[in-house]
């Protein structure tokens, strides 16, 4: 609010991620000096390709379940779960793929949070020649 009312820029350092998503527009990200990221979070998920996670629960073990988007990571019989490959991807269109499974029971979609993003990019800078991305300046 100050920054739009009084056109005051504000800068907040911190280690606590929880409240980040909510009262910052702009995410810079720097590591040893140099910057990582400069840009709005949804444009950080859009650059790292985050991947959202599905569960599926079933009242029985359907077997094997495919979905062509899909890479399955953990198969507990009534319980499966996967990461999605593709932002386009929909709760619709994997419960449309799915009407065929009638044990089907229950079904939860989760975005990957602000600090796994944030993990990823610092591991990602640790493992390789860091380089800016995002460009919201």
Do not use: W
Not at 32 to 58: H, I, S
Request: proline letters at 5%.
């Amino acid at each position: 609010e100050i920054n739009q009312q009084r056109g005051v820029t504000m800068i907040l350092t911190t280690h606590d991620l929880q409240d980040l998503e909510q009262i910052c527009p702009r995410l810079i990200l720097v590591h040893e000096a140099r910057l990582l990221f400069d840009g709005a979070l949804p444009g950080l998920r859009g650059v790292l390709g985050a991947k959202r996670r599905l569960k599926l629960t079933f009242s029985s073990d359907p077997g094997p379940v495919t979905l062509p988007y899909a890479t399955l990571v953990r198969d507990g019989g009534v319980q499966k779960h996967y990461l999605l490959e593709r932002d386009d991807i929909s709760l619709v269109a994997v419960l449309a793929d799915l009407r065929a499974l009638t044990e089907l029971k229950d079904v939860s979609l989760e975005e990957p949070g602000i600090e796994e993003l944030i993990r990823g990019v610092y591991t990602r800078a640790a493992g390789a020649a860091p380089t800016a991305v995002g460009s919201e300046a």
